[in-house]
């Protein structure tokens, strides 16, 4: 079974920075993109920042731009998030998101979910 394995999160004080990390692992088929998307308490989720595995190219969620830097490591079949600059609006539960390709269509995989907590 495709797991995707989170980790990085936690709490930060505010202005603070962290880093996410998510692992694909024993993925049959390629990967065409990695993300990230978050939930926050009584809202819907949101897209935080894709990468597409071959191309590089990037797309960020408006509420990050500016303050969010996306990677990948396409031979760990691994994102990254850089946050910077970060608020209590940045709390939410992160969950990464993987993109497989498959004979006749795509199929999205999401990670548990880890807890974001921006306070003093």
């Known amino acids: 079974q495709v797991q995707l394995v989170e980790s990085g999160g936690g709490l930060v004080q505010p202005g603070g920075s962290l880093k996410l990390s998510c692992e694909i692992r024993?993925?049959?088929?390629?990967?065409?993109?990695m993300g990230w998307y978050r939930q926050a308490p009584g809202k819907q989720r949101e897209l935080v920042a894709v990468i597409n595995t071959e191309s590089e190219s990037t797309e960020y969620g408006d509420s990050v731009k500016g303050r969010c830097t996306i990677s990948r490591d396409n031979a760990k079949n691994t994102v990254y998030l850089q946050m910077n600059d970060l608020n209590a609006a940045d709390t939410a539960v992160y969950y990464c998101?993987?993109?497989?390709?498959?004979?006749?269509?795509?199929?999205?995989?999401w990670g548990q979910g880890t807890q974001v907590t921006v306070s003093s």
């Open positions: 024993k993925s049959i088929f390629s990967i065409l993109a």
């Open positions: 998101y993987a993109a497989e390709e498959r004979p006749t269509a795509e199929y999205a995989y």
